[in-house]
């Protein structure tokens, strides 16, 4: 790494031009922290200024009996594993009582196993369900992982799955399940889900319909840093050709309880690098996620300062990362989050899924 | 550098951006440490937990009659201060309650026979304790201290300065050691060459008005003694106390702490509190000016674990250190470097 290299890389990142692979790589290597968060943090507010996002969600996560058996997993289990659960339509449909009570509730985000058994028409009827209930709630749900099962297992092409469920109903897709876009890491990680090329025709194709998603990286594991950054760039030249990204989430990696877990948790350190990385390298996709319950909440409170812009949800009843060990709180109230925000200097936004402020009502709920 | 004023660092303290602040902060301890973040071994010993103080702050004291109060034997503390001895410490930090009827002769008696008995330096008793101690006694602090030094006793910790401002302290410690008092401990400490740290405690309720005179009270005696080693951040623990409340968040202690370390400017010493805000906070204090990461405390069941989990307490420092990118060092107790650990970790 020449210093020529890192003078022009500090010198791009600090005038927010767009960055290459080499300069990327440079710039981790340099590993100076403040000067990459004060760089994402301008790039932020040149985005949305002084305003922080979140939104009030519930996280449904139908079923964790799995066909994938991925290494990095601790949500998965095998059909007949004690502990195995599947929501059948009177759980789904008492949830969504209780979801009905939530003032403001904007967004149901559904996301789950690949079950051996269970028919696309399941997953199918549940955004119906969903959509009959809350008739005004975004749908967020199925990563491309579970699409391409569901194209899969019906032989219907991916478009033709997406165009089923848009018109059942589904508003966005999380983007989940990129984990790294690397053949090679996949294979070790996720050897049996969707693959780089499968995930990303199924969000270029989501785009193409005009259904948005997120797009998200899960890092810290056995990657290399050069293919966790070139994942960062790969999202990028999707974004560049669809603009159908509108937010980046950022999973490190929790190995207890998945088939990795001889390998340690990342550090903050490492955390915060990264949110400031890849908002710098993601100049292309509006929104940077500090996703609470993975980072805890003081780090992705001070996130803020490192570019994100968007503290995800209230959030009731996660389990996949739960199940990896991460001993955050299963949700936080309205009132705690915009006070976080506040205090860091910014203007906290409630927001729908598509980043449309919302009016934010007062009570405190769970 | 032009020397920070008050007013300048109570403004900045209610508004200050903390990754700017991070950034000055970060220059000052680099220049001063270069990429060297150090940490001690040592051992906590709390030798009782009879308190006639009662602070509403406090989670630990019990009266005497109580019936989980406890005072350690001479033979107790002497196992504990040979078990951090095995695991490698090179200091015992032995603090209490303020215990009723002890008498001097009974500290004395202490330190003598840990340092007959072991070589180790002994960083002990809060000024909270040294004023209870010389009252006891009814001599003077400094002749207090001369005795304790006489006996064994090599330096002080900064702990019970809470916040160095009367009206806060009659708020939350009205029995305990008042701001004259804690300085002029101090200040006789250094007299007789007995160093120390200082400490403050934030989120006590106090206004960002009285953390500067706290600091500026701590900087003012620096200046005059030059006797403190390093200047630490705790954030109040509201969990199990009278006074509760809600934990200080990332985003003020880290504006916090970069602010001592650019306002303490004659400190050289500014430690980052994994202890107080959890290792993912404390790893990235060294990016905000701090320059150590104070203690691995060894906790009685892991030493009696002996060998490998202290290994992983040591382990687990130096991955927090190196991890971030940062070169390891053990330090003494006055801050020299006694080991480094190579190359950086490969943060995966």
């Not at chain 1, 999707?238 to 950022?250: H, L, N, R």
Request: negative net charge; hydrophobic residues 40%; glycine residues 8%.
């Amino acid at each position: 790494m020449t210093k020529e290299l890192i003078l022009q890389a500090r010198e791009k990142a600090n005038a927010s031009l767009r960055l290459n692979l080499q300069e990327a790589l440079a710039l981790y290597e340099d590993n100076d922290l403040l000067f990459l968060a004060d760089c994402a943090r301008r790039m932020k507010e040149k985005k949305s200024g002084r305003q922080v996002f979140y939104n009030v969600n519930k996280h449904i996560n139908l079923t964790n009996i799995c066909t994938s058996g991925c290494p990095l997993c601790a949500f998965q289990k095998k059909e007949g594993e004690p502990g195995g659960f599947v929501l059948e339509e009177t759980d789904i449909a008492k949830i969504l009582e209780e979801a009905k009570s939530t003032r403001n509730l904007g967004e149901i985000h559904i996301v789950s196993a690949l079950h051996p058994d269970k028919p696309f028409e399941y997953y199918l009827n549940v955004v119906k369900q969903v959509r009959q209930a809350l008739p005004q709630v975004d749908i967020k749900a199925f990563t491309p992982v579970e699409i391409v099962h569901f194209s899969q297992m019906t032989g219907k092409s991916i478009k033709e799955v997406l165009e089923i469920l848009q018109k059942a109903g589904l508003s966005s897709l999380p983007g989940g399940g990129a984990e790294i876009l690397s053949d090679r890491v996949r294979e070790i990680i996720c050897p049996k889900k969707a693959t780089t090329a499968q995930w990303i025709e199924t969000i270029k194709t989501a785009h193409k319909l005009g259904i948005r998603t997120n797009c998200t990286m899960m890092y810290g594991h056995i990657e290399t840093i050069e293919e966790r950054l070139q994942h960062l760039f790969t999202l990028r030249d999707i974004q560049d050709e669809t603009g159908g990204f509108q937010a980046f989430v950022s999973f490190p990696f929790h190995p207890a309880n998945t088939g990795l877990d001889y390998l340690k948790r990342v550090g903050s350190w490492e955390d915060m690098k990264m949110m400031a990385l890849s908002r710098l390298i993601l100049d292309n996709v509006d929104h940077i996620k500090a996703f609470w319950i993975m980072l805890t909440m003081p780090i992705a409170q001070l996130a803020l300062g490192f570019g994100a812009d968007d503290l995800d949800g209230t959030i009731g009843e996660e389990k996949i990362i739960h199940a990896a060990g991460a001993n955050t709180g299963r949700g936080i109230t309205r009132s705690k989050l915009r006070q976080l925000i506040t205090e860091a200097g910014f203007e906290p936004v409630e927001r729908d899924t598509f980043y449309h402020p919302v009016e934010a009502g007062e009570e405190v709920f769970k | 550098m032009m020397r920070m004023n008050a007013k300048e660092a109570e403004q900045l303290l209610v508004s200050g951006d903390p990754i700017q602040l991070g950034q000055l902060a970060g220059a000052e301890a680099r220049k001063r440490f270069g990429d060297r973040i150090t940490f001690i071994v040592d051992r906590n010993i709390n030798y009782t937990n009879v308190c006639v103080n009662e602070c509403r702050f406090c989670a630990f004291f019990r009266r005497k009659e109580s019936k989980d109060a406890y005072l350690l034997t001479f033979d107790e503390i002497l196992g504990k201060v040979r078990e951090a001895v095995d695991a490698g410490a090179t200091q015992v930090m032995i603090q209490g309650g303020l215990y009723p009827d002890l008498g001097l002769e009974y500290y004395e008696k202490m330190l003598r026979l840990i340092k007959e008995n072991f070589k180790i330096t002994i960083h002990s008793f809060t000024a909270t304790e040294i004023q209870h101690f010389a009252r006891q006694a009814g001599i003077s602090i400094l002749d207090c201290l001369k005795r304790l030094q006489a006996a064994g006793l090599d330096s002080l910790p900064g702990g019970g300065a809470e916040i160095l401002v009367d009206a806060v302290r009659q708020r939350v410690s009205p029995k305990k050691i008042m701001t004259e008092d804690w300085l002029h401990v101090m200040e006789c400490a250094h007299s007789i060459g007995m160093e120390s740290t200082a400490t403050m405690v934030i989120g006590l309720g106090e206004t960002m008005a009285q953390r500067v005179e706290h600091m500026e009270r701590i900087r003012q005696l620096q200046d005059k003694t030059g006797g403190f080693r390093a200047f630490i951040t705790w954030s109040f623990q509201p969990g199990n106390t009278e006074l509760g409340g809600e934990k200080t968040s990332g985003w003020n202690y880290m504006r916090n702490l970069a602010i001592t370390r650019l306002y303490m400017d004659n400190v050289p010493h500014i430690q980052g509190s994994w202890v107080t805000q959890g290792e993912r906070i404390g790893q990235l204090t060294p990016a905000f000016g701090a320059d150590d990461l104070g203690s691995i405390m060894l906790e009685e069941n892991v030493v009696k674990a002996a060998g490998t989990a202290y290994d992983m307490s040591i382990q687990k420092m130096v991955d927090m250190i190196q991890g971030a990118g940062w070169q390891a060092a053990q330090r003494d107790t006055e801050y020299n470097v006694i080991k480094t650990y190579g190359g950086k970790a490969d943060v995966r």
